[in-house]
């Protein structure tokens, strides 16, 4: 079996909830995981360790502290800010889950837990550590209101961009985990993929400013193209953006196709004024109907991911191999309590 490299703490006051938990993630690879049966001692754990934990896994209903409680003041301590938190529960209670994701919860699982469902929720937590690290390391930011890109003379068109003032855009393991945290069943979910064709040709012939404010003018016109609905958008590199839209719109307003395409003409416009450089923008959908389930739609946006990754030389696409050496490994494993 396969070491993984993540530092986990388990906190749990159930010994026998605990005991199956470590071993199930003991046999899967995951090796450092140090378990804590209260709120204050995972609180003391987290402040004394030189080297911070990489994921943490908290149980809803402790002693006087509950997990809710303990995932607010994780949050208060720099070297959990951000951290993934995943909050184990066996309530069905929205609102209680609610409250944790204000409190800064990253996902959460319902007992009995499935070993394919665990698995998977580290594995996302997996791509969430490898951006925040990504993050930390390239904080030097070359544009207001740009983050996650470092300081270059050209932009490299391999490179993942987000914009924190435009509304609705984060990386893309970010909007992959917002998928994850959807409950089971159909939902009217629209997904499109919006290219600027010749994108490195483009870097190669602009200063890095301009091809920053060209992807800045683009992601804010797909942002503005469906107002008032549940919009996820990622840059994901090679030109191209996930566009995903969750909710109904209105009868009486133009069909979303539409307006995005038109906020592409917008944004071609801009973006031209710039340099002086023509850009072409194409909108497509990923599916041929807007119900999808949250598999179909996790399995949409990964293959758009892989196909884009397939070109680039970056080291993230090791992280889905071991997401899917995860997988693999857990298919058809037995639920556990």
Do not use: W
Not at 1 to 16: A, C, G, W
Not at 93 to 109: C, I, K, N, V
Not at 209 to 217: A, F, G, I, P
Request: glycine share 6%; net charge negative.
């Amino acid at each position: 079996m396969e070491k993984l490299d993540l530092r986990i703490l388990l906190v749990d006051d159930d010994h026998i909830f605990s005991d199956v938990i470590m071993s199930k993630l003991r046999s899967r690879g995951f090796n450092d995981v140090i378990r804590a049966e209260s709120a204050e001692q995972a609180l003391d754990l987290s402040e004394g360790q030189s080297q911070p934990f990489d994921i943490y896994l908290l149980d809803i209903m402790l002693g006087e502290m509950d997990g809710i409680e303990l995932c607010r003041r994780l949050r208060h301590q720099v070297a959990s800010k951000s951290v993934p938190i995943i909050m184990i529960t066996a309530s069905q209670q929205s609102p209680l889950m609610e409250r944790a994701f204000q409190a800064g919860a990253t996902d959460f699982l319902r007992k009995p837990l499935n070993d394919t469902e665990l698995a998977g929720r580290i594995g996302t937590a997996m791509l969430l550590v490898e951006a925040t690290k990504k993050e930390k390391r390239l904080s030097d930011a070359s544009l207001t209101g740009f983050v996650s890109v470092p300081r270059l003379d050209m932009l490299c068109a391999d490179e993942h961009v987000c914009f924190s003032d435009v509304s609705g855009m984060m990386d893309y393991y970010k909007l992959e985990n917002k998928l994850h945290r959807l409950q089971d069943g159909p939902y009217q979910l629209s997904i499109f993929r919006i290219c600027i064709f010749d994108f490195q040709e483009y870097c190669t012939r602009a200063d890095r400013e301009t091809s920053l404010r060209c992807l800045h003018v683009v992601s804010e016109q797909i942002s503005n193209a469906a107002p008032g609905t549940q919009l996820l958008l990622s840059y994901i590199g090679q030109g191209h953006f996930l566009c995903c839209i969750i909710g109904r719109t209105s009868r009486k307003s133009e069909p979303l196709y539409n307006r995005l395409q038109y906020s592409a003409c917008q944004a071609v416009k801009r973006a031209d004024a710039l340099g002086g450089r023509k850009i072409d923008i194409a909108v497509s959908p990923l599916a041929d109907r807007n119900i999808l389930t949250k598999a179909e739609a996790i399995n949409l946006v990964r293959r758009e991911i892989d196909q884009i990754s397939d070109f680039a030389t970056v080291t993230l696409p090791e992280v889905h191999a071991v997401v899917d050496n995860i997988f693999d490994k857990v298919e058809g494993a037995p639920s556990f309590a």
